[in-house]
């Protein structure tokens, strides 16, 4: 049957739609059910609510069957089924003839798909452990491990690019605007180690890569608290560099203050020492102690003090055996300190000279090897142990080799080395022999497994000549820093290494630290520290160490 309903206009119907005076039209349910299906040949217009099954009106559409809301729709369009939200079907496998834009949920998959251009994908889900965000511009993953682009949020020790970084042929520019340019096929790295490079896949057409590196100073201390000091000395102990003594601006700045720092950029005072200020005095750890001994203020001094904090000093004596002096060498051997020669010096550096050679057990007293050594007096020599024993090279202008196994008789490997006279030189041991570098202006490089028969390693080092420079072992290799490079000049900055003692790389030709001479370079915590020293006459306060190291792989 087909039934229009048109308008009713102030009047109701009951079941056989005979109006009601209650205003209520009603089709199929008073007294008994009447109408049951109702067909309609045009549109229906509802204007506000539909209510099936209940009279109570809630929403938009609400349905009701045995006293529950089986179907609802609010006013902000959500729709629940039997009060929750809409359940789509779960299947373990991808259903069959389905049309585009069915959706269903797999159960053996644990995720949502849609069908979609004919066949199945997959609706992507965030993982519990991926927390990427984005402002628009920039997109970072909060994770402190991942990477992040434009801006640094929750970044810690990863990639944060917080400018612009733009692809260069075989380079890069960064957001300072530098441009970082290896050459194509290049990789950089911060490991030494080519196998291992290698073996992570860093190749280019099967060929393996060969390795430079440069090193990347840092300034930890732009203005010490242990201020302007030249001739002072550093030592390593209790997991600590210190800095003792020296001489600042003027003649008669001489210091006697202790500092430390575990950082190098945090330097901490110690204490006053209650000896007398100094310089050109030695100190070196034995025993568990630090250890000073001798120098030149006013006067040359021969006193000795040790201490095992830093803080408290403890006078060993005031009055060892030996005469006052400076400018001479200690060393550690075969348990007992070693004092070594100098200059008594009462009236300048050229005078009084001496040879002798005295040791001490406790620092207190003192014994003497031997008054008047088999080489001659001198002062500014380079004293190290190699092979068990004590070997003493050049100084005062000399070219002779000495070595000795207990101090008191000295055995003259050479009396004229290949090497010329000189001071001022370095001496280390690497790779089971002595090395020679530089001195009085000189820039050759000589070893020697001996101390008798000394090899060339080069004539003419491409690093200037030089004297009252530095040298250090350090990451298997020799390295040279600073000093004089003739009389009268202001001193040098570069910094060399060698692997072999034959072929030396310039790691920086102007270092961030400025040019100097008599500073000193401990290694400490990993890394080489320089220290003070003197330019054009002026001394330095600053405190620089070696920043990460960088490789430069590349295949040419």
Not at 90 to 100: A, D, G, L, T
Not at 202 to 225: C, D, E, I
Not at 336 to 351: F, L, N, S, Y
Not at 506 to 518: D, G, H, I, L
Request: hydrophobic content about 40%; overall charge neutral.
């Amino acid at each position: 049957m087909v039934f229009s309903l048109l308008t009713a206009y102030a009047a109701s119907f009951d079941y056989d739609l005979i109006p009601n005076s209650d205003g209520v039209f009603n089709i199929g349910f008073y007294p008994t059910p009447g109408w049951k299906d109702l067909y309609f040949g045009n549109d229906v217009v509802i204007g506000n609510r539909i209510a099936v099954g209940t009279s109570s009106l809630g929403g938009l559409l609400k349905v009701v069957a045995s006293g529950a809301v089986v179907l609802s729709i609010d006013v902000e369009g959500n729709t629940r089924v039997q009060g929750n939200p809409i359940q789509v079907g779960v299947f373990v496998s991808n259903p069959s003839s389905v049309n585009n834009g069915g959706i269903y949920y797999n159960a053996t998959s644990n995720n949502f798909k849609a069908y979609e251009n004919g066949s199945w994908t997959d609706i992507i889900s965030r993982p519990a452990d991926v927390f990427w965000s984005s402002d628009g511009g920039n997109i970072w993953n909060l994770n402190s491990n991942n990477i992040g682009i434009g801006i640094s949020s929750g970044i810690v020790d990863a990639l944060t690019v917080g400018g612009v970084i733009d692809n260069r042929v075989g380079g890069f520019r960064f957001p300072d605007g530098n441009v970082w340019s290896s050459g194509r096929n290049s990789i950089l790295s911060t490991s030494s180690n080519d196998t291992a490079l290698l073996s992570g896949g860093y190749s280019y057409r099967g060929l393996a890569f060969t390795r430079t590196s440069t090193v990347m100073w840092a300034l930890v201390a732009p203005v010490t608290w242990f201020g302007f000091r030249v001739e002072h000395t550093s030592v390593v102990h209790d997991n600590r560099m210190w800095v003792i003594g020296g001489r600042g601006l003027g003649q008669r700045g001489f210091t006697n203050d202790v500092w430390y720092s575990t950082d190098g950029v945090v330097w901490t005072r110690s204490a006053s020492g209650p000896w007398q200020g100094r310089y050109a005095h030695t100190s070196l750890v034995f025993n568990n102690r630090m250890w000073v001994m001798g120098g030149i203020s006013s006067t040359p001094m021969r006193d000795i003090w040790y201490s095992v904090n830093g803080s408290l000093w403890t006078l060993a004596t005031g009055a060892p055996r030996w005469t006052a002096r400076a400018d001479h060498a200690s060393v550690v051997f075969n348990n007992r300190m070693w004092v070594i020669g100098g200059c008594e010096c009462p009236k300048g550096w050229d005078t009084n000279y001496k040879n002798d050679v005295w040791y001490s057990l406790n620092g207190v007293i003192w014994t003497r090897s031997t008054s008047r050594a088999s080489w001659s007096e001198r002062g500014g020599h380079a004293v190290v142990v190699f092979n068990n024993k004590m070997w003493l090279l050049g100084g005062q202008f000399k070219n002779d080799v000495w070595y000795s196994l207990n101090g008191v008789i000295w055995t003259r490997s050479t009396s004229r080395a290949s090497w010329s006279e000189r001071g001022g030189h370095a001496v280390v041991v690497f790779n089971n022999k002595m090395w020679l570098l530089g001195g009085k202006f000189k820039n050759d490089v000589w070893y020697s497994s001996d101390g008798a028969i000394w090899t060339r390693a080069t004539a003419s080092a491409p690093w200037i000549g030089r004297e009252d420079h530095t040298a250090v072992v350090y990451d298997n290799k020799i390295w040279i820093m600073g000093g004089y490079p003739a009389i009268g000049s202001q001193g040098t900055n570069d910094v060399w290494y060698s692997s072999d003692g034959f072929l030396w790389t310039m790691a920086v030709e102007n270092a961030e630290w400025s040019k100097r001479t008599n500073h000193t370079s401990p290694i400490f915590n990993g890394k080489i520290w320089v220290i003070g020293g003197w330019f054009w006459y002026t001394p330095r306060l600053d405190v620089w160490t070696n920043d990460q190291k960088i490789y430069l792989y590349n295949n040419f």
